[in-house]
């Protein structure tokens, strides 16, 4: 289902103020809204990523600290970079829902073959996947900043790959990771290409700061930007050590495994219960119905991750995850 998610009543206050982006408008790497920078020191190309979805500033507040500070790497390429500008500049705090996207999920588009289809329609998402993706193949190293429907513990997300939760580990924040698929939707940006292969050297994250609009989510949003930078040797290995002494202490992580995501199928999905999620479910638990189809919980325990909101056919409704040992 293409267009915006309005409609959708408004759960939390809006307590962030998105940044005025336009001074990065031009970029310096032939693409508006990105920029990168090189050290005479070779090293990997290691990029972060914001406002892949409209109406989550906290990524963008995460960037434009970064950029204000005018960091440079110590080693190899560092990118910065805004994508969903259009989305982003359609951000109404009075119906802080409604924009994000302007045509499509720009976070689904990323499979083989998805951007190159000539039945498909160039929307506002897919001509910017376009421009940006010819860049994006030459970073190694990706932390894509994101944040959530619904007030619970930030969490990041890991990828299917061994390699996504060591990289999770390196980061350090937040305490939660989540390994998964995907969505049957389509292919996320973190999953893109050698993202996602076992065999691949690249890696990526993907973390979800927060509750979207909450003040709490730019300052870990802050706080993960800082974990990868240090993790993957862009900058000194002291970087922003003041700011986290003063954040609190670097949690011990958990880990959940997502079993599958529950794909909806009909228009008459519906919960059978306000899940917010992290909700520890026995095993049969009622979740939902799919139209008159039930869905339970296949296992015990049965973790829900994320709920969703836009109840959509095709989309995910929830991830049903159980805990795993830490690495």
């Not at 894509?144 to 060591?166: C, F, N, V, Y």
């Not at 924040?173 to 999953?191: C, F, K, L, S």
């Not at 670097?250 to 219960?273: C, K, L, M, N």
């Not at 992290?278 to 296992?299: K, M, N, S, T, Y």
Request: aromatic share 8%; proline share 9%.
């Amino acid at each position: 289902m293409t267009g915006s998610a309005t409609g959708l009543p408004n759960l939390y206050p809006v307590e962030l103020t998105p940044p005025d982006l336009t001074p990065y408008a031009a970029g310096n790497a032939g693409v508006p809204y990105l920029w990168t920078f090189e050290a005479a020191a070779p090293g990997p190309h290691v990029a972060l990523s914001a406002i892949v979805h409209g109406n989550e500033p906290c990524g963008a507040i995460a960037l434009d600290w970064l950029m204000r500070m005018a960091l440079r790497p110590v080693r190899g390429k560092l990118s910065f970079v805004f994508v969903n500008i259009a989305a982003y500049e359609a951000f109404d705090p009075e119906l802080p829902d409604a924009t994000r996207w302007v045509d499509e999920d720009f976070n689904r588009l990323w499979g083989p073959g998805r951007l190159d289809d000539p039945d498909r329609p160039v929307t506002c998402e897919v001509a910017r996947a376009r421009e940006l993706r010819p860049w994006l193949s030459t970073v190694d190293l990706l932390l894509d900043i994101h944040s959530m429907q619904h007030k619970t513990e930030p969490l990041i997300i890991a990828g299917p790959a061994a390699k996504g939760r060591a990289l999770a580990r390196e980061i350090g924040w937040p305490g939660i990771v989540v390994t998964d698929q995907g969505h049957a939707e389509g292919v996320r940006m973190r999953d893109f290409e050698g993202f996602a292969d076992p065999a691949s050297p690249k890696n990526a994250a993907l973390v979800e700061c927060g509750q979207h609009w909450e003040a709490e989510a730019a300052e870990v949003a802050k706080d993960c930007a800082t974990g990868f930078l240090r993790a993957t040797g862009a900058v000194a290995p002291d970087f922003g050590a003041e700011r986290m002494a003063a954040r609190p202490p670097r949690p011990a992580q958990r880990v959940y495994e997502v079993s599958g995501p529950v794909t909806i199928q009909t228009d008459a999905f519906r919960f059978a219960e306000a899940w917010r999620g992290f909700e520890h479910l026995e095993q049969g638990r009622l979740i939902g119905w799919d139209g008159e189809r039930e869905v339970r919980a296949p296992h015990d325990p049965t973790v829900l991750i994320m709920p969703s909101r836009r109840l959509w056919p095709g989309k995910t409704a929830v991830r049903l995850a159980r805990p795993v040992a830490a690495e």
